[in-house]
Nanobody, 123 residues
Framework: QVQLVESGGGLVQFGGSLRLSCVASGFTLADYGVTWFRQAPGEGRETVAIISPDGIRTDYQDSVKGRFTISRDNEKNTVYLQMNSLRPDDSALYYC????????????????RGQGTQVTVSS
């Protein structure tokens, strides 16, 4: 059974940092690309970062470039999203998701996602 469990969200002040974690189980994480996306109330889904199966390639949405860093530890079955210089417009429910096998790109489709972790940035 494929599972993705996010953690690390919370309330942080403007300019602060958070590190999100996504623990995967039920499949071989090293075989798949992973994405972090977010969704704020009343807004559409926005992909913020993706990482290739081996962790060598990463890509980011323009709005988070230079502030967010995606990484992974396949031995620990975990993908991370380090978020620095947070702003109120970063507030959203953040999800990690497994990309379909062999796909990559900010618009790549995903197959499974977690339940999300809430990030709230106060001004």
């Amino acid at each position: 059974q494929v599972q993705l469990v996010e953690s690390g969200g919370g309330l942080v002040q403007f300019g602060g940092s958070l590190r999100l974690s996504c623990v995967a189980s039920g499949f071989t994480l090293a075989d798949y690309g992973v994405t972090w996306f977010r969704q704020a109330p009343g807004e559409g889904r926005e992909t913020v970062a993706i990482i290739s199966p081996d962790g060598i390639r990463t890509d980011y949405q323009d709005s988070v470039k230079g502030r967010f860093t995606i990484s992974r530890d396949n031995e620990k079955n975990t993908v991370y999203l380090q978020m620095n210089s947070l702003r109120p417009d970063d507030s959203a429910l953040y999800y990690c998701a497994r990309l379909k096998f062999g796909t990559y790109g900010l618009a790549a489709p995903y197959e499974y996602r977690g339940q999300g972790t809430q990030v709230t940035v106060s001004s």
